[in-house]
């Protein structure tokens, strides 16, 4: 059971795969970003917090500062105290984490998730200290903006958490990264990425030979069972 002490909703801010087509330059990566939003809404849902989804056509803004800051400050006008803002590109986000950053919530304690790329994948605000006006002007979609958003967190006199490191997907190449650890990419992820990398046959083969002889199917019956793999 949650302590309700702190109301919190999880603001996730993900664009819909038509949309991250455009930003985004990974050419195919459409199934691969509806598989994205699915999981990502899926793990949220699993914490029994409510869930806000914020997808392009419910954006309002110049930019993505404007956008995104303009979102948060939507939900706290519903009436909640405390978000914890996701976006759709991190695979390996995990319920446990969401869950981890609202009890630190109740401790009176802030969660980051640090990107490898130096951004975030999570961030948890209060709405006692939220300013929509400095948000928006930290370095978003920079590798500076980690340390941005721990020190604006800090001046705030919020105490702050970071959780694991995790990779998120913004080009073809980190896809790469998830192909290297073959072992833990889910096995719907794994079809989507080699779709899109196009690699030359022979290469996939080896590596699902290699992967089978080591590892269960059993281990991957899971994934959203509204995807289909031809």
């Known amino acids: 059971m949650h302590n309700k ?5 999880i603001l ?39 869930v806000v989804l914020f997808s392009d056509a419910k954006q309002v803004g110049k930019n993505f ?4 800051s303009n979102a948060i400050a939507s939900v706290f006008k519903q009436g909640y105290d405390a978000v914890i803002t ?10 446990q984490h969401l869950l981890s950053a609202e009890a630190n919530l109740q401790n009176q304690i802030l969660t980051l998730g640090p990107s490898m790329d130096g951004g ?3 961030i948890t605000l209060s709405k006692n200290t939220f300013n929509t006006e400095e948000f928006q002007k930290l370095p978003w979609q920079s590798n500076h903006l980690f340390t941005a958003l721990e020190e604006y ?16 997907v913004d080009e073809t190449k980190d896809l790469y990264y998830f192909i290297n650890r073959f072992r833990n990419t889910s096995l719907i992820l794994k079809h989507l990425i080699l779709s899109i990398l196009s690699l030359p ?4 083969v080896k590596i699902f030979k290699t992967y089978n002889s080591t590892y269960s199917s059993d281990t991957f019956n899971k994934g959203s069972p509204s995807i289909v793999i031809s």
């Not at 038509?18 to 849902?45: R, W």
């Not at 500062?65 to 995104?68: D, K, N, P, Q, V």
């Not at 967190?153 to 998120?168: A, N, P």
């Open 201 to 204: 046959k022979e290469f996939v």
């Open 12 to 50: 996730l801010f993900a664009n819909s795969p038509e949309e991250e087509l455009k930003q985004k330059n990974i050419s195919g990566s459409k199934n691969l970003y509806e598989y994205f939003n699915e999981e990502t809404l899926l793990k949220a849902k699993q914490t029994g917090l409510d």
């Open 120 to 122: 975030s994948y999570l």
């Open 86 to 95: 996701i976006g759709n590109d991190t695979p390996d986000l995990k319920t």
């Open 153 to 168: 967190l800090t001046s705030k006199k919020h105490t702050t958490r970071h959780i694991e490191v995790l990779k998120d």
């Open 5 to 9: 002490n702190i109301h919190t909703a």
């Open 65 to 68: 500062g404007e956008r995104f």
